[in-house]
């Protein structure tokens, strides 16, 4: 990464690198916010099964996150 002086641009690059490698591509194209968000979307629902009771709210709930679920995936398929 290079030095932009005090106003550098707003569109920085994060990758995490190991001893072993990269993890993550954190860049638009990388696969790290697909991961990321896909599984913050898993954890959100694991919450939902385990803390709602089973009903109208529920429903909508799982609906709500199987339609962000689909369009991050959709939004990468139509990235490439």
């Given at each position: 990464m290079t030095y932009e002086g005090?106003?550098?641009?707003?569109?920085?690059?994060?990758v995490v690198v190991s001893h072993a490698g990269v993890l993550m591509?954190?860049?638009?194209?990388?696969?790290?916010?697909?991961?990321?968000?896909?599984?913050?979307l898993g954890l959100l629902a694991v919450l939902v099964?385990?803390?709602m009771e089973p009903g109208k709210f529920q429903q909508l709930t799982w609906l709500l996150l199987g339609?962000?679920?689909?369009?991050?995936?959709l939004t990468r398929v139509r990235s490439r």
């Open positions: 005090s106003n550098p641009s707003l569109c920085t690059i994060f591509d954190m860049a638009p194209s990388g696969n790290g916010r697909l991961v990321v968000a896909l599984v913050v099964w385990r803390t339609f962000f679920a689909l369009r991050v995936v």
